[in-house]
Every structure is written in structure tokens, then in C-alpha cells.
């Protein structure tokens, strides 16, 4: 592992330091103990400024590679992950009376999630530990992105995922070659088999809360929000979330630019749940511990009763000063349609959660219409065709006749989409 920028590991509970490599979790505070990687950023200062990203040609999450837990030569022959498109949102912006709004289009990473950007780290420490398998459990993201870049890098890949998973994302999971091990419970009764046999059989860990390296990867669409808007961030920014280790990446970005000298003003973070599966907001609102939650919601990638990185999560919250919210499943509904009529995006529930938060959010005055707000647009709606159904319904049959269809031509017109 090329340790040279990083300097040690820190607990978040107890704050002891472990040299790097030494654990996964605090071995004092156990599985909460979540440990957190911190850099020599005075040595990094130096190779990494703003005319030196200006310069950087390398247009993927590896040009932060100095910020990053893994060793440069394996990189340049993974797919292309991250430097992901960043729009600004105008037609949405109408609709919704906000001033600004732009969008970072994670979808179109080379596994339709944002996900790739943990799986990427994961698949490059076990090719530098040379583990000779990589392993996950998950409700379909994560797996998927593992065994794509796994079966890039020539590697095996041991996923397990609920039985409630989209039938798109398992497609994909064995499209990729992944051995496949479909869990007849729920996600947290998924996550505990893969870790006895994560540990059984001595592969490489790839569940996200408790390794504490991926969130490194996923705190890379973080700096690159940050880059792609001139290094002055906007007001709020908007994620969904299930685990807690996309909010927490994304508060690890801030700290890092802010610590470099790079950004000065520090973005409030909203994190959106559903109304179905919202353990961190019920916590939030009760201010209370987090209480495990039931999982019914369409937002599959969101839907964690007992979220795996609750302590960074709610500290990336509190810390910027942001907020928590939960949305409805009939506003996850309506945020696809938007996303899909006003600016072409296809998002799966999960993700459009982001925008049915900002919504709400400004409907609770949370958030102004004269603030500015990245959604995160987190993954690809053919992921789950059944939802995207459930959203949209399904086109009208025409027979085969030009006067059928100008009738019905005529007929449509009088019942407009949003
Ligand atoms: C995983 C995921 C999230 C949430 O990330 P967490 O780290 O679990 O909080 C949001 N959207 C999509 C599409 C995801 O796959
Ligand atoms: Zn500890």
C-alpha cells in the first residue's frame, strides 16, 4: 500500500490512532469505532494546488491520487470512474423557484452508480494486498460496481444481496461473472453472512461502513463538485442516504479542500431518506439515538434499517451545519418524471430521492430560493425497470392504422404529463 501521504488511522469514537493497514475498526470501540484516514497535508500542499488540478490531464477520480489509499500504477487500466458530467439544472430551477441548481451526474459512471468509486479502491488495495478475491454484501450498487471492476481487473468477486434486490441490478451482478449468493432475509441478515464468510474464507472486504478506505474513493465527487464550480461551492448539497458513507465522503471532501487551502466556504449538506426507511431523520427530529428502522420503500439503494456509518454521517450533517429530511415514495415517484421531462436524466428511486428532498426542503424553508444546491444524481434508472414503471406507467397501444392513431393523437393531447 503507498502509505506515503497517508499518516495513520483515527477512531471516531475514541480518537486513538492505529498505523495504516493495522485494522478495518477500532479494535477498542469495535464495530461503531469506525476509523477515519488522515493525511500529511502539508506534504500534499505542495503537489496538489490550483494551477496543478488545472493542469492535471487526467480527467477520472484518480487525479486526486495523492488523496487516495491506494498505489498509482494499477489505475490507468481501470474503466474510467469519476470526472463525471456537471450540469446546471435551468429547466428545474424553474419548476421548483430556486435560484440555482445544478446536477452531478453519477450515472453515467461504468456501472451506473457512484458507487464505482469505492469498488475502484476496493478492487486496487486487494490487487496491492494481493488478496486473491474481493467481497461484498449489498442491496445492489455497490455489488454490481465490485464485480464490474473486478472482472476488469481479472479478479473474483463473492457478492450477497437480499432477495428484494432489482432484478437489473442481479442481471448485472452476473453479466459480470460475479459468483452470486441471493440471501433469503433481509440486508442486515445479508451483511452478517458476508462478513462470517469474508472472514471465513480471507477475501478482500468491500462493506463499505466498516472499511474505512472506500470512503475515500466516494469522497472523490466531492472534490470534483468542487472543481467542476470554480472551487467556490454552492449553498447546500443534496444526497440520499442508506449507510451514511456517501454524506460522510462527501464531508470528507470539504475537510480535505478546506484543510489544502482549496475551497474557503463550507457547503450545508442535506441528507434525504425515505419516508419508509428513515432511521437518521427520525433521529434527528426526536434527537435521539438512531432506533433500527423498517425497510418499505421503492428507494432500494436507501432502504438500510440499521445503517452501517451512522456516527460520520450525522457529524457531516451537524457539522455543515445542514439538515435531514425524509420524503414519501409518491414524491420519489414524481422527482423520476422531473428528472426524466425537465433534463433528460434517467435516475432510479434512490436517487431522485435527492431531489424530492430539495423539494420538500424548500417547501419547509430549509433551504431559500435564492440559495444555490447540488442534487447528486447517484444512479441509472434502468436499474430498476419496475419502479421506473410504477413511476410512469406504461405508453398506450395503437392498431396499426394512421386514423387510430390521430384519434388517439388527438385524445393525448388533452391529457398533458407533468
Ligand atoms: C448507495 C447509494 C446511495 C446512498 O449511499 P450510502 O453510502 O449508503 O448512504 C444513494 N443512492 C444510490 C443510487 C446508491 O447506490
Ligand atoms: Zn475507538
Not at 444526497?239 to 457547503?267: E, N, Q, R
Not at 432500494?300 to 460520520?312: E, L, M, T, Y
Request: charged content about 20%.
Amino acid at each position: 500500500m503507498n502509505t506515503h501521504f497517508m499518516k495513520h488511522l483515527e477512531c471516531v469514537l475514541c480518537k486513538k490512532t492505529y498505523p495504516i493497514g493495522a485494522y478495518f475498526t477500532c479494535p477498542c470501540c469495535g464495530e461503531k469505532g469506525i476509523l477515519d484516514v488522515v493525511y500529511d497535508y502539508e506534504t500534499i500542499k505542495k503537489f496538489m494546488t490550483k494551477d496543478t488540478l488545472k493542469q492535471d490531464d487526467d480527467h477520472s477520480m484518480f487525479r486526486y491520487r495523492y488523496l487516495l489509499p491506494v498505489q498509482t500504477d494499477h489505475m490507468k487500466d481501470m474503466l474510467k470512474i469519476g470526472w463525471t458530467p456537471f450540469y446546471r439544472a435551468h429547466r428545474l430551477e424553474t419548476y421548483l423557484g430556486l435560484r440555482k441548481l445544478f446536477i452531478k451526474d453519477e450515472s453515467v459512471n461504468p456501472s451506473g452508480s457512484l458507487k464505482d468509486r469505492a469498488s475502484a479502491i476496493a478492487v486496487l488495495q486487494a490487487i496491492d494486498q494481493g488478496v486473491n478475491a474481493v467481497s461484498c454484501s449489498s442491496t445492489g450498487n455497490a455489488a454490481s460496481s465490485l464485480a464490474c471492476h473486478a472482472a476488469r481487473m481479472g479478479i473474483p468477486a463473492y457478492i450477497f444481496v437480499p432477495k428484494r434486490a432489482p432484478i437489473g441490478k442481479v442481471n448485472q451482478l452476473l453479466l459480470y461473472g460475479a459468483h452470486v449468493t441471493l440471501v433469503d432475509g433481509d440486508y442486515n441478515q445479508t451483511y452478517q453472512l458476508s462478513k462470517e464468510a469474508i472472514e471465513h474464507f480471507g477475501w478482500y472486504n468491500r462493506n463499505a461502513a466498516v472499511n474505512p478506505y472506500l470512503v475515500e474513493g466516494k469522497k472523490t465527487v466531492g472534490y470534483e463538485i468542487f472543481e467542476q464550480k470554480d472551487l467556490r461551492p454552492t449553498d447546500w448539497i443534496a444526497v440520499s442516504v442508506g449507510d451514511g458513507c456517501t454524506i460522510a465522503g462527501i464531508y470528507k471532501a470539504i475537510y480535505d479542500f478546506k484543510k489544502l487551502g482549496l475551497i474557503h466556504k463550507i457547503p450545508k449538506l442535506l441528507g434525504v431518506q425515505s419516508e419508509g426507511c428513515a432511521p437518521f431523520v427520525e433521529a434527528y427530529q426526536t434527537q435521539s439515538p438512531l432506533k433500527k428502522a423498517e425497510e418499505h420503500t421503492i428507494a432500494d439503494s436507501i432502504a438500510v434499517g440499521v445503517p452501517r456509518n451512522p456516527i460520520k454521517a450525522i457529524h457531516a450533517v451537524e457539522k455543515t451545519h445542514g439538515a435531514w429530511i425524509a420524503v414519501p415514495d409518491e414524491n420519489i415517484l414524481e422527482a423520476m418524471r422531473l428528472l426524466g421531462t425537465h433534463e433528460g436524466l434517467c435516475a432510479e428511486p434512490a436517487s431522485a430521492a435527492a431531489l424530492a428532498g430539495i423539494k420538500e426542503a424548500l417547501k419547509q424553508g430549509i433551504i431559500k430560493p435564492n440559495e444555490s444546491v447540488v442534487m447528486i444524481h447517484t444512479g441509472h434508472g434502468l436499474k430498476d425497470p419496475v419502479n421506473a414503471q410504477k413511476a410512469v406507467g406504461s405508453p398506450p397501444l395503437c392498431s396499426p392504422e394512421l386514423n387510430a392513431f390521430i384519434k388517439q393523437h388527438e385524445s393525448l393531447k388533452e391529457t398533458p404529463h407533468d
